[in-house]
């Protein structure tokens, strides 16, 4: 792993909605959780998840007084990508730019990494 470049960063928005989320959240939540989960028709997509704990070998990362946790097994197609998060008249939720990524479906909900 480059540990010069940074395995996620967050837009302003995708920061704004992170803390909203943790403030409609219950119980014992503690940031959130990404990964990558096999899917879609080009092979993976990302999982986002609340996180009530730190599970072992999870990358940490603080920004702004958020907590993000990255699933181990995402870091390395993970790497420089950039979270955001969009509304449109139709749809909203967290976008990824990804410099991994090689394609994409056509729906947009799953990729494929080099």
């Known amino acids: 792993m480059n540990k010069n470049k940074e395995i996620l960063t967050l837009t302003d ?52 007084n958020i907590v993000i946790l990255i699933d181990p097994a995402a870091v390395m197609f993970l790497i420089g990508s950039i979270m955001d998060y969009r509304e449109s008249k139709f749809t909203s939720g967290f976008e990824f730019t990804n410099p991994n990524e090689i394609a994409r479906c056509g729906c947009g909900e799953s990729f494929t990494v080099e």
Do not use: D, H
């Open 13 to 64: 928005e995708a920061v704004n909605r992170v803390k909203y989320l943790m403030s409609k959240s219950k119980g014992g939540v503690i940031g959130l959780r990404i990964g990558i989960k096999t899917a879609g028709c080009s092979g993976m997509k990302y999982q986002i998840e609340y996180a009530e704990q730190i599970k072992p070998f999870e990358e940490k990362i603080f920004f702004k």
